[in-house]
């Protein structure tokens, strides 16, 4: 396995990887790897000849009052982790080399990075886009990864996508979760046992929300009524939003219909949490 660390290098790889005719998947990271990400490196290697995991903690979706300091970072055992799996290329910049100094060029999708946790992260879909898009023009992949946990990134991603003509197909894959509901996430493991305990109050407020819509519920807010008295039930989770949205645009949806989103976000403790499911 390669372990590249500046984009001359990873360019000249990728390069090589075309000179081959061998398709590329690129699944995108910031590290502290978990089974969720091991999901996403398994579809890449049934749709793709060659695998590239990038592992990057990108500063310019954090806002100032955020995490980014105390993000987990565990680089060499994510290595460990990607060889077993068999994985073939990990890009591992600096900041320095993915925001040289002076660098102002951002990607802004508009409306929609103000919706879901672009409401309440001012600037966090603008730091997603433009991460994303340097990625994808330094490995110009034929498919990249992504987590349906991450709903409203992807929707960023996808507008994204369509409007610059990247020549690149998003591939969204299912959210792995414990055997308890708790969707997987890096920042899991900055929960305590009791925290831990305390957050899967939001896959107990999305599964009561499908269940009243498997029994012919329809109405939005009464679906959200429903998932708020569950999340009530825990005082101490701090709720950022539960809404039911349209999954391209995260507009508000009033009347849910076939494939409608209902995500939640949540502070348990000083962990953020997110967590969505397909109706």
Do not use: W
């Amino acid at each position: 396995m390669l372990v590249l660390h500046t984009i001359a290098e990873t360019r000249t790889a990728c390069a090589r990887i075309r000179q081959a005719s061998k398709t590329l998947g690129l699944v995108p990271t910031m590290g502290a790897l978990h089974e969720g990400h091991l999901s996403l490196v398994r579809a890449a290697q049934a749709s793709c000849d060659v695998v590239a995991v990038s592992i990057f903690v990108n500063p310019t979706q954090f806002g100032p009052k955020e995490d980014f300091a105390s993000y987990p970072r565990t680089l060499e055992q994510d290595c460990r982790t990607l060889e077993a799996a068999g994985v073939d290329l990990v890009f591992a910049p600096s900041v320095q080399e993915m925001y040289p100094s002076g660098a102002s060029t951002f990607v802004e999708v508009a409306g929609l990075s103000d919706r879901l946790d672009g409401a309440s992260r001012p600037g966090h879909f603008r730091g997603v886009a433009t991460v994303v898009a340097k990625l994808l023009n330094i490995f110009t992949p034929e498919h990249a990864f992504f987590g349906q946990k991450d709903a409203a990134q992807v929707a960023v991603l996808r507008k994204m996508v369509r409007d610059l003509l990247f020549a690149v197909q998003l591939d969204v894959c299912p959210t792995v979760r414990e055997p308890d509901g708790l969707a997987l996430s890096s920042r899991n493991r900055n929960l305590s046992v009791e925290q831990r305990s305390q957050a899967l109050v939001l896959s107990r407020a999305l599964m009561a929300v499908q269940q009243l819509v498997q029994s012919g519920e329809r109405d939005s807010a009464k679906l959200l009524a429903a998932a708020s008295r569950v999340l009530d039930g825990e005082p101490s989770v701090l709720v950022d939003y539960c809404r039911i949205v349209d999954p391209e645009t995260l507009e508000d949806l009033p009347v849910v219909g076939k494939g409608a989103l209902v995500a939640v976000a949540a502070r348990v403790g000083t962990v953020r949490l997110i967590d969505n499911l397909l109706l």
